[in-house]
């Protein structure tokens, strides 16, 4: 039996990732933190913090994630997404812990066109992509037994995602428009979790690409949305990134290959089409 330390522990994933490692057969005894707890913008306080409790583990999933509201407050997204996975570095340093970061599709451009590996250099096209890709340069600086696991279009039970952003906008409009020129996959935190359990249980090390498996636009996930919850009479037209005009550009193609989890680990996610349907039968879900 081990501590493990999750840091950024109330959000979307960070429930999840608590309560499938809390109920996991290993007797982990997990400490969950989030920004009430400790604020991993601030150095020595982080290190002292995450010291004090001695982790063998410790899982960084606390980031400002607001993707469009990174472009215009980019000191402050790298004060969190990078500077703030260097202090938590420096901290698990102390304890000789392995480190877990949680990256993104976003490092990305998007402009391969086939699923990007492992090893694809990154090239990221918003401030927040940059920012998560400074984080996985400090974690591979600083720390030797350190694992990235970047990851895609996250939906899941505790807080808004596009899954519950379409089902409030469905109560007020009877047409969506939605962009039609993103690829990727869709991903459930549940899924998600399982998968972070188990690279952690196997102990590897290095970059991971994990997301549920096939590909959709944002258009072809919203459509799926409404056919698996039975809405009708609302239309769906399906629109380009330009016409959306949002302030981050975002990669068009961002597919991430899972190859060499599959081959490492024999893991393999299941279609993102299922887990929606999951997910939207699921009693603890937030609509
Ligand atoms: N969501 C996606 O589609 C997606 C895709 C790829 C990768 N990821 C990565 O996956 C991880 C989890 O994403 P998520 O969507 O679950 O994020 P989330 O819901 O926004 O949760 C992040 C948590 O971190 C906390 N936090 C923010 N600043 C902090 C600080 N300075 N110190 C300590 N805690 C702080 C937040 O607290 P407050 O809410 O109080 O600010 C929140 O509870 C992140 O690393 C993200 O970059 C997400």
Known sequence: MGRILVIGAKGMLGRDLVEVLRTSSRNDEVVAWDLGDLDIREEQSTIAKIESIYPEIVINVAAFTHVD????????????????????????????????????????????????????????????????????????????????????????????????????????????????DQIGSPTYTKDLSKAIFVLIQLDVKGIFHVANRDLCTWYQFGQAILKLTGIVGVKIIPISSKELGRPAPRPSYSALSTQKLKRETGMMLRPWSEALKDYLQSKDRPF
């Open 69 to 180: 509201e990174c472009e215009s407050n980019e000191e402050k997204v790298f004060t969190i997404n990078a500077e703030g996975m260097r202090h938590v570095a420096l901290g698990a340093l102390r304890c000789h812990a392995k480190v877990v970061y949680l990256s993104t599709d976003y490092v990305f451009d998007g402009r391969k066109k086939e699923p990007y590996l492992e090893s694809d250099p990154p090239n990221p096209l918003n401030v927040y992509g940059r920012s998560k890709w400074k984080g996985e340069q400090y974690v591979q600086e600083l720390v030797e037994n350190s694992l990235i696991i970047r990851t895609q279009w996250l939906y899941g039970s505790y807080g808004n995602n596009f899954v519950t952003s379409i089902l409030r906008q469905v109560r007020e409009k009877r047409v969506l428009s939605i962009v039609n």
